[in-house]
């Protein structure tokens, strides 16, 4: 029996084949464009960056996942001079909203800053807490810029600037369920495709608000956005220099880097959905 397919089907038809081709199209250009960015991954790392995953690892084997000659992956190269502490490194993929295809390559950049900058919406970010069986939990309770590295009393909102600049400087006060309330010290440096963000605690961070984990100025969290032409690579670089990984206070153990990486893990997923609202 011979069927018959009518106009409107067969427009239907083309149109979603073409839809078909055309994502193919699209992630092969995505996986070029990663290959070329880190040469040194392998088949199943672009793979799991193009399924959305973040690659990790520590110490010597993190430069892997920074784009050479970038500011983040000279700063990755820097932290594994550091002594006794440890370096973690993370990379992801998030592919361009249909918005931000529509951008040129400044306007992205521009917007993408903005969206980094908004720092207020990190109130009520979660992460995966394996103490609390793989149960999600509170992380950030309080987020706001200070006019200065002391002030508590004078926080400011979420700066938004017309142009992007080459640099820019900041204090950030953030109250978290795991250090309790931290200044830290924001510097940015920025390019053409690149914007990355060096975090630094300038307030010792305490366990149970008493104990110190880190000292002020030990830690330094980066994150970084690269601009490829389908999507970002999304970096994150965070070290700490002159103590042991792991902090033991009142028969309770935190492992540093396992906090950390949790960190970094709640942070990409705070900016792919701020990206989102591009």
Known sequence: ?????????????????????????SLWAAEGAIKKAL??????????????????????????????????SQRALQAQNIEKGFVLGAVSYIPYTPAMKKMDASTRQLA???????????????????????????????????????????????????????????????RDTSFGGNRYEHTYTNSEVEIFVEIQNISAMRVLGIFTAVKSGQLSINMGTYQLDEGLLLVA??????????????????????????????????????????
């Not at 990790?56 to 430069?63: Q, R």
């Not at 042991?244 to 997923?269: E, H, K, N």
């Open 237 to 278: 670089l965070a070290s700490v220099e002159g103590r042991d990984p792991q902090v033991s206070v009142l028969g309770l153990t935190v492992d540093l880097p396992s906090a950390f990486r949790r960190r970094i893990v709640a942070l990409q997923g705070w900016l792919v959905n701020q990206l989102n609202t591009i």
């Open 39 to 72: 040469p040194q991954l392998t088949e199943s790392e672009y793979q799991l960056l193009l399924d959305g995953e973040i690659l990790h690892d520590v110490n010597d084997k993190i430069l892997k996942y920074f784009v050479k000659g970038t500011e983040a």
């Open 112 to 174: 993408i800053f903005n969206k980094i900058r908004q720092i207020s919406t990190q109130e009520g970010l979660t992460y995966i807490s394996w103490r609390a069986g793989n149960k999600e939990k509170l992380l950030i309770e309080r987020s706001s810029y200070m006019a200065d590295q002391k002030n508590l009393n004078n926080l400011l909102p979420d700066p938004v600037v017309n142009q992007l600049p080459k640099t820019a400087h900041s204090y950030v006060y953030q």
């Open 1 to 25: 029996m011979k069927m018959h397919i009518d106009g409107a089907t067969r427009r239907l038809l083309v149109f979603v084949l073409v839809l078909l081709v055309v994502g193919q199209v």
